[in-house]
């Protein structure tokens, strides 16, 4: 059975009945929203009995209903493109051009062209509820030039207005959630029932709604007040309706300065929005509920469903964290689970539990150490050649590193300000790494592009030159003076081996590498044609602005998915605690070493890449929005879940440590952590 069918039981019967239920209760909640929107929008100061009358009669309206039809049908498509678009893993953009990219992909023009049409739909409602002059798209002239007199109908720019109004608002909506990842799903530290979750972020939705529309409708009257003329020409145009010149046109500061206009419009934004945020924000609540998962299953056809096979998933995101967070969870608050974890199977006594929840934990560790190291590797060698040193081969990070952070979304890296000092790694974490040539290039996608349209003449002469001598040397280099030459081969002729003779003859020497054809003079042309354009566009502020990496947006990229790394540290560190005293089996001890190399490497890691330029700045905040920006800090949360971790082992086992079967370097750091110095 593949991968995809043996996750779609969890969106099926999971995350499905999730989104329904969110959107359920977001249709529920309209009549009251809309209640007080008719309130609101009506609203009379000096005329209180009126206005409540009035408010009280258009509640039973049939118009009211056909557009409580109408506004339900919107939130079903709003939650539709809530499932469809949300993620657990923000897309972040390294650069300018990247969000350009982002906002022009054809699957993110079709949300935005969606969200202007029900946006459309919306503020029609709206007008339908706040009545008189916004009522009807067209009325009867009173003042018609023409020769039909009062028979004529001509166009009701308000009604029009508002329309346009609703669209550009969905629009700013799409536009927004890419800027803002407002797709994007985190979960709660501290677990609340979803009532609770709803009530606490109630005042907080209404507060964000009020303020994005009045953002909203300070951009959309001066955009209309330039481009509004021609839409409400086309309008007139097509629809054959007449211009009352009588009345002032919206394009205007004569027309415009109605503070009446304004604060209806002002009012129907903020419903529009407060309807989606409850979409958007009930569909959170309920897709992230943690969910449990069983340890083992009694029957076959269940196995696919127990939290060890689940921790393995790669392709349903939402399972793969949600099982991560029951194992946290299990990790702390349930010991009979936790049992069921250091188990032994039935027959064999092998722990099948523990070590299949020890590997995927542990490869999440690793992977996430592998991403730093390239990072590491890819900022230190910015745009310079490195001198060699004993450490600096013996940090070289394999190829199957950098291919985990290329599909982890981390290719696109800035190439942040070259510091004074070359930063070197220590050779604790990079001596897993394969040795390379000293002639190699820097693995791909961070080897520094020489022909990008922003490097320097100065930049290609610190690039390595490949050189004849370096074809007869290899491995890496253990001194800045001494290099090892590699082992000669030698072969035995044919008659001394017939002989029995142990005399050997050097091989014969290698011969010289053919010389290199000369570009052809089109090949050369182009090349040329090439530089100019790269050097004429590298002095464009456009292109430079457009171009330039943004300042932490690689050091967020690198850890988008920490949520899930630090679920896996407090796992680990609250299982392998409890081991000491519920662990009949000792089925822990066997994987400690392991645990304790990874989590103390990957500290070293942490704290390197914390060194680097804009990797420990505090991101500023944002103003009052929707979209989550939980994900610019998990690199903090993550430094301390890590640190914390290795705390409560070190606590729990103390002395015990010391037999741990760990490099020096490691029992080094792990001493600093048991005497309470890191």
């Given at each position: 059975m593949s991968s995809c069918t043996e996750s779609s039981w969890?969106?099926?019967?999971?995350?499905r009945w999730r989104a329904i239920a969110s959107v359920a209760w977001s249709v529920l909640l309209l009549p009251a929203t809309t209640m007080f929107f008719i309130f609101f929008i009506r609203f009379r100061l000096f005329h209180p009995i009126q206005w409540t009358s009035e408010c009280l009669g258009l509640l039973t309206a049939?118009?009211?209903?056909?557009?409580?039809?109408?506004?339900?049908?919107?939130?079903?498509?709003?939650?539709?493109?809530?499932?469809?678009?949300?993620?657990?893993?923000?897309?972040?953009?390294?650069?300018?051009v990247a969000l350009l990219a982002k906002v022009l992909h054809p699957r993110q023009c079709?949300?935005?062209?969606?969200?202007?049409?029900?946006?459309?739909?919306?503020?029609?409602?709206?007008?339908?509820?706040?009545?008189?002059?916004?009522?009807?798209?067209?009325?009867?002239?009173?003042?018609?030039e023409s020769s039909s007199g009062a028979h004529d109908a001509c166009l009701n720019e308000y009604h029009l207005f508002f329309l346009l109004a609703g669209a550009f608002m969905g629009y700013s909506h799409s536009f927004l959630g890419?800027?803002?990842?407002?797709?994007?799903?985190?979960?709660?530290?501290?677990?609340?029932?979803?009532?609770?979750?709803?009530?606490?972020?109630?005042?907080?939705?209404?507060?964000?709604?009020a303020v994005q529309s009045l953002y909203s409708v300070r951009n959309y009257v001066a955009l209309y007040f330039f481009f509004g003329r021609?839409?409400?020409m086309w309008i007139s145009n097509t629809l054959n309706l007449q211009i009352d010149s009588s009345l002032h046109s919206l394009d205007s500061l004569a027309g415009l300065l109605d503070f009446s206009l304004?604060?209806?419009?002002?009012?129907?934004?903020?419903?529009?929005?407060?309807?989606?945020?409850?979409?958007?924000?009930?569909?959170?609540?309920?897709?992230?509920?943690?969910?449990?998962?069983p340890v083992q299953s009694t029957f076959a056809e269940d196995a696919e469903q127990c939290l060890p096979k689940v921790l393995a998933e790669k392709n349903t995101l939402i399972m793969k964290f949600l099982a991560l967070q029951d194992l946290a969870l299990l990790s702390q608050h349930s010991p009979s689970r936790r049992q069921e974890v250091f188990s032994l199977s039935q027959p064999g006594g092998h722990p099948h539990n523990w070590n299949a929840i020890s590997k995927e934990c542990l490869a999440l560790l690793n992977e996430l150490m592998q991403r730093l190291v390239a990072h590491h590797d890819a900022v230190a060698s910015n745009g310079r050649a490195k001198p060699p040193?004993?450490?600096?081969?013996?940090?070289?990070?394999?190829?199957?590193?950098?291919?985990?952070?290329?599909?982890?979304?981390?290719?696109?890296?800035?190439?942040?300000?070259?510091?004074?000092?070359?930063?070197?790694?220590?050779?604790?974490?990079?001596?897993?790494?394969?040795?390379?040539?000293?002639?190699?290039?820097?693995?791909?996608p961070f080897t520094p592009d020489l022909d990008s349209p922003f490097s320097t003449p100065a930049l290609r002469r610190l690039a390595p030159q490949p050189g004849p001598q370096q074809a007869t040397w290899f491995g890496s280099v253990q001194s800045p003076h001494v290099m090892r030459r590699g082992p000669k081969l030698w072969s035995a002729?044919?008659?001394?081996?017939?002989?029995?003779?142990?005399?050997?003859?050097?091989?014969?020497?290698?011969?010289?590498?053919?010389?290199?054809?000369?570009?052809?003079?089109?090949?050369?042309?182009?090349?040329?044609?090439?530089?100019?354009?790269?050097?004429?566009?590298?002095?464009?502020?456009?292109?430079?602005?457009?171009?330039?990496?943004?300042?932490?947006?690689?050091?967020?990229?690198?850890?988008?998915?920490?949520?899930?790394?630090?679920?896996?540290?407090?796992?680990?560190?609250?299982?392998?605690?409890?081991?000491?005293?519920?662990?009949?089996?000792?089925?822990?001890?066997?994987?400690?070493?392991?645990?304790?190399?990874?989590?103390?490497?990957?500290?070293?890691?942490?704290?390197?890449?914390?060194?680097?330029?804009?990797?420990?700045?505090?991101?500023?905040?944002?103003?009052?929005?929707?979209?989550?920006?939980?994900?610019?800090?998990?690199?903090?949360?993550?430094?301390?879940?890590?640190?914390?971790?290795?705390?409560?082992?070190?606590?729990?086992?103390?002395?015990?440590?010391?037999?741990?079967c760990i490099s020096a370097e490691h029992q080094r750091r792990l001493q600093q952590f048991m005497e309470l110095k890191e």
């Open positions: 969890f969106a099926r019967k999971v995350v049939a118009s009211t209903i056909f557009s409580l039809l109408l506004l339900s049908g919107v939130v079903l498509v709003i939650g539709f493109f809530n499932l469809e678009y949300y993620t657990v893993v923000p897309s972040i953009p390294c650069s300018r079709v949300h935005s062209l969606v969200h202007c049409t029900v946006g459309m739909v919306v503020m029609w409602c709206a007008s339908v509820m706040a009545g008189g002059r916004y009522r009807t798209l067209g009325f009867p002239c009173t003042h018609s890419v800027v803002q990842n407002m797709n994007y799903v985190s979960f709660q530290i501290i677990q609340q029932y979803k009532y609770l979750r709803f009530k606490g972020s109630l005042p907080w939705v209404v507060k964000c709604s021609i839409p409400r304004l604060y209806h419009l002002w009012i129907s934004g903020t419903f529009l929005l407060f309807t989606w945020y409850i979409t958007v924000l009930l569909f959170r609540i309920y897709v992230t509920e943690s969910y449990r998962f040193s004993a450490s600096s081969d013996a940090r070289s990070s394999p190829e199957t590193s950098v291919s985990s952070a290329v599909m982890s979304g981390t290719e696109d890296l800035p190439q942040t300000p070259r510091p004074s000092v070359l930063m070197r790694t220590p050779g604790s974490v990079f001596l897993k790494s394969s040795n390379r040539s000293v002639s190699s290039p820097v693995t791909a002729s044919t008659d001394s081996q017939t002989n029995g003779s142990a005399t050997a003859s050097p091989a014969p020497t290698p011969s010289s590498p053919p010389p290199e054809q000369k570009p052809s003079f089109i090949e050369q042309w182009l090349q040329n044609r090439k530089e100019q354009v790269k050097g004429f566009l590298a002095k464009r502020v456009l292109v430079v602005y457009l171009f330039n990496k943004l300042p932490e947006a690689s050091s967020q990229a690198l850890f988008a998915d920490g949520q899930a790394h630090i679920w896996a540290l407090e796992g680990l560190s609250h299982l392998v605690a409890s081991s000491f005293s519920e662990d009949k089996y000792g089925v822990v001890q066997t994987t400690l070493p392991s645990i304790l190399s990874s989590m103390l490497s990957l500290q070293e890691a942490v704290d390197r890449h914390f060194k680097l330029p804009h990797a420990s700045s505090k991101p500023v905040k944002t103003s009052c929005s929707l979209g989550d920006s939980t994900y610019k800090t998990l690199r903090f949360a993550l430094r301390a879940a890590l640190k914390t971790a290795i705390y409560r082992i070190t606590s729990t086992f103390g002395e015990h440590l010391n037999a741990v």
